[in-house]
């Protein structure tokens, strides 16, 4: 009886775990915007969810660059000419989970969905 028991619990615990994760990848990409920011200011802004085909941009601010590749629902930086290459290794952006951010460029790549973008509100720092 005491196996049964400890079956059930780790039975339920695995469907709420899958429940969950269902919940977090649901959250997905659908009417979501990537805002570029450099020094502080949005510098390009594009409707991911409008995005067809994958096409690549340059960020510059006269002495550094970063090039920026995005494809439909997602966006990266794929090349920069900082010695650490963090954001270049931080791979692709789907959600707004994290940003992407360069700091010897002062670069930073934001997820907003449409209805954070209508009300203006920010639930982590609200």
Request: proline share 3%.
């Amino acid at each position: 009886m005491r196996t049964r028991s400890w079956i059930i619990l780790i039975g339920a615990l695995l469907l709420v775990s899958l429940a969950f994760c269902f919940l977090l990848l649901g959250r997905g990409a659908s009417g979501t915007v990537a805002n570029i920011y450099q020094n502080g200011v949005c510098v390009r802004s594009i409707d991911l969810s409008a995005v067809t085909e994958s096409f690549t941009f340059t960020v510059s601010d006269g002495a550094r660059e970063n090039v920026i590749e995005v494809a439909p629902g997602r966006i990266r930086v794929l090349e920069a000419d900082c010695p650490d290459q963090v954001c270049v290794h931080a791979g692709w952006l789907a959600d707004s989970a994290a940003p992407i951010v360069c700091l010897p460029h002062r670069l930073v790549i934001r997820i907003e969905t449409s209805a954070k973008a209508a009300d203006g509100i920010d639930t982590v720092s609200q």
